[in-house]
T-cell receptor, first 114, second 114 residues
Framework: DSGVTQTPKHLITATGQRVTLRCSPRSGDLSVYWYQQSLDQGLQFLIQYYNGEERAKGNILERFSAQQFPDLHSELNLSSLELGDSALYFC?????????????FGEGSRLTVL | AQSVTQLGSHVSVSEGALVLLRCNYSSSVPPYLFWYVQYPNQGLQLLLKYTSAATLVKGINGFEAEFKKSETSFHLTKPSAHMSDAAEYFCAVSGDQGAQKLVFGQGTRLTINP
């Protein structure tokens, strides 16, 4: 158990809909990262937050948004969903935002768009 | 920009045989390199990391990796494979944005034959 909690574990929805994925980082971790894992794209970095502020942005679509709340949990919002958004979405956390540090990953939220 | 190439999307070895998973990197700054393992239906777990100390890095479960700057490689090895090593393995390099985003390779699925 990494200490990172993601909900829901599985989600099935229809095209055009909107979903919210939630992540609770390890106790004490200030930095939260979101990654998307799909068969064709592999593991892609989406976005990072550090202590409530956006720190780095990757290949995140404009239809997607995220935020980190004062209690440090984070939410990833996916809207106007398309079939291609079906993927496993991982949240990871770390104590600080250092290039040398380890990320701790949750078990992921599997999104299926029908 | 940072990138990682993992040679071989699937590797199959016999139980007790040497495991060798290949990773080559490209980095515009001194690299920090990581190997993560993903067991079925789980998140990613750190195996080991290179952060400019010793070039031969030992990790969990008997794995080790050697950083070779001249070859821009960070191959993962284990002398004797166990059935429990069957998983997907990801090589990653730390980003250059002053943040800790990881750039992952496409992954190598390791199968162990009895």
């Amino acid at each position: 158990d990494s200490g990172v909690t993601q909900t829901p574990k599985h989600l099935i929805t229809a095209t055009g809909q909107r979903v919210t994925l939630r992540c609770s980082p390890r106790s004490g971790d200030l930095s939260v990262y979101w990654y998307q894992q799909s068969l064709d794209q592999g593991l892609q970095f989406l976005i990072q937050y550090y202590n409530g502020e956006e720190r780095a942005k990757g290949n995140i679509l404009e239809r997607f948004s995220a935020q980190q709340f004062p209690d440090l949990h984070s939410e990833l919002n996916l809207s106007s969903l398309e079939l291609g958004d079906s993927a496993l979405y991982f949240c990871a956390s770390s104590v600080v935002a250092l290039r040398t540090g380890e990320l701790f990953f949750g078990e992921g939220s599997r999104l299926t768009v029908l | 920009a940072q990138s990682v190439t993992q040679l071989g999307s699937h590797v199959s070895v016999s139980e007790g045989a040497l495991v060798l998973l290949r990773c080559n990197y490209s980095s515009s700054v001194p690299p920090y390199l990581f190997w993560y393992v993903q067991y079925p239906n789980q998140g990613l777990q750190l195996l080991l990391k290179y952060t400019s100390a010793a070039t031969l890095v030992k990790g969990i479960n008997g794995f080790e990796a050697e950083f070779k700057k001249s070859e821009t490689s960070f191959h993962l090895t284990k002398p004797s494979a166990h059935m429990s090593d069957a998983a997907e393995y990801f090589c990653a390099v730390s980003g250059d944005q002053g943040a800790q985003k990881l750039v992952f390779g496409q992954g190598t699925r390791l199968t162990i034959n009895p």
